[in-house]
């Protein structure tokens, strides 16, 4: 039996990146598990401990996903690996945007969608119990190393028949959840200037009604989940399909036992749409509203959205009994503080529950990241921590594109929405379907900060 260790390159003391399950590595485990003779492999999954898990687990084989802010987790596991002689391959949206970054402790890079790839490089190591370059270059969408050379393969096709040849993630990986995380779908077909996502699955993509349907339906009875989150880019980009899933959920009575959230685009959000989603039982939208002025807003989002579609969207949901939730960006490069200003205004004359505000960061492969380049901000070989989107925390060492206002100026900005979106978040938070993750939130919170204030203090 080969051993596999699966690692989730993350900053283990972060409770936002610690609240979700790496549904990716899930999806990789469910298709080894469906590909190749069961008792091939034994999976573990981990984000932290790793030395302590590598020599007690005693894997064959190291899998690390990692997004850009973690990419030095990332570096730092696979040395440890390393130095235990072990095979390491590497995926998600970083490698995947920069193979380049592919360091000599990582044998192979996953770029792409990996469930098809995953079992490819499992078969070469089955038989070979090694990474040989000539097996690899048989094997589309990865980069690797021959001759001390990066070697990178020809694209792979993306996986059309999806509910065929993807399975359900393998959620023994994750245990009995009372807040549940699924995919229905891949990709967006909108390109957001500041989005790696849409770019990283390149096309839209749909799981039928059926599959989202059974997935929910096993959630529910199997693992106890009494929340589901859509985690789609844009949950109800098909209209008809959000249709039929909602009438599946109905028809079955899911929608009382079960309280779904999703993802909308404003410009999106209308009677029909919100109709549907009061009949498959969603009681919290996520919206990407990004800014209340037209002209940053068109900036980050293109024409096919305006302040209007915004205030609809909110005015249509909240009217339903939905709770509107929305993000908002500040510190696009010409922004003036008026125009932030815009943006605080629209969120305090708007009937929103939650509230995040973060400040635009450039993440390779998307139009932001090349503007930042250009400018000499970034590089393809840089210190990853720089783009932690957590500005409260990273603020000191962040990548500032605003060229109107200072990096101190900014800050105390970013705090005055921080302020305005905790007093709402406090009075949303009664009544706030969410309420259902708060002992656990408010536990990860404190235990961060903590973390973090001592750290602070022995630094000093």
């Known amino acids: ?73 990332a570096i730092r596991h696979a040395k440890l690996v390393r130095k235990e002689g072990l095979p390491t391959i590497i995926g998600g949206v970083h490698i995947s945007m920069i193979p380049e970054c592919i360091t000599e402790d990582m044998d192979v890079g ?33 980069v690797f190393w021959k001759n001390g ?5 020809p694209h792979k096709t993306a996986i059309k028949e999806m509910d065929q040849i993807i399975p ?3 959620r023994t990986l994750e245990g009995p959840v009372k807040h549940a995380y699924v995919f229905s779908s891949r990709g967006c077909p909108y390109r957001c200037v500041f989005c790696a996502s849409s770019r990283y699955w390149n096309q839209v993509r749909f799981f039928s009604p059926e599959y989202v349907f059974a997935e929910v339906e096993n959630l529910v009875n199997k ?32 929608s009382k036992k079960i309280k779904f959230t999703c993802s909308c685009r404003s410009n999106m959000v209308n009677e029909d749409i919100v109709a549907d989603l009061q009949r498959m039982g969603v009681v919290s939208v996520g919206l990407g509203l990004e800014s209340g002025n037209p002209r940053i807003l068109n900036y980050l989002k293109g024409k096919t959205v305006t302040i209007e579609n915004n205030r609809h969207a909110v005015k249509l949901l909240t009217s339903a009994g939905i709770k509107a939730n929305a993000s ?28 995040d505000i973060y400040v635009l960061t450039p993440y390779p492969g998307t139009p932001v990241w090349d503007f930042a380049k250009s400018c000499g ?24 594109l605003s060229k109107t206002v200072s990096r101190k100026r900014l800050y105390q900005i970013y705090k005055k929405f921080r302020r305005q979106r905790l007093i709402r978040n406090i009075r949303s938070l009664t009544t706030h379907p969410m ?26």
């Open 1 to 73: 039996m080969i051993k596999i260790l699966f690692i989730n390159a993350i900053n283990p003391e972060s409770e936002i990146e610690t609240r979700y399950t790496p549904l990716g590595i899930l999806y990789l485990s469910a298709s080894l598990k469906k590909a190749l003779p069961a008792g091939t492999f034994e999976v573990k999954l981990v984000n932290k401990d790793i030395e302590k898990n590598l020599q007690s687990f005693k894997p064959d084989i190291v899998g690390i996903t990692v997004v850009s802010q973690n990419f030095n987790h």
């Open 110 to 142: 996953c770029i792409g969608e990996g469930e098809l790839t995953i079992v490819e490089l499992m078969k070469v190591f089955l038989e070979h119990k090694s990474f040989p370059p000539d097996e690899l270059k048989k094997i589309d969408g990865i």
């Open 149 to 153: 050379k990066r070697i990178k393969s």
């Open 168 to 170: 359900h993630p393998d």
């Open 223 to 254: 693992s106890g989940a009494k929340m589901i989150s859509f985690y789609d880019d844009l949950f109800v980009a098909n209209k008809k399909r959000l249709h039929d899933i909602a009438i599946l959920m109905e028809q079955s009575g899911l």
């Open 328 to 355: 908002f960006i500040i510190g696009s490069p010409d922004e003036t503080e008026t125009e932030m200003m815009d943006t605080y205004n629209f969120i305090r004359k708007n009937k929103l529950s939650f509230v």
């Open 377 to 400: 901000l970034v590089s393809d070989h840089m210190d990853w921590d720089r783009l932690n989107v957590n500005f409260e925390v990273n603020h000191p060492n962040a990548i500032i």
């Open 435 to 460: 309420l259902l993750d708060l002992p656990k939130v408010a536990f990860g919170i404190a235990k961060e900060n903590l973390v973090r204030f001592f750290s602070t203090k022995r630094n000093r």
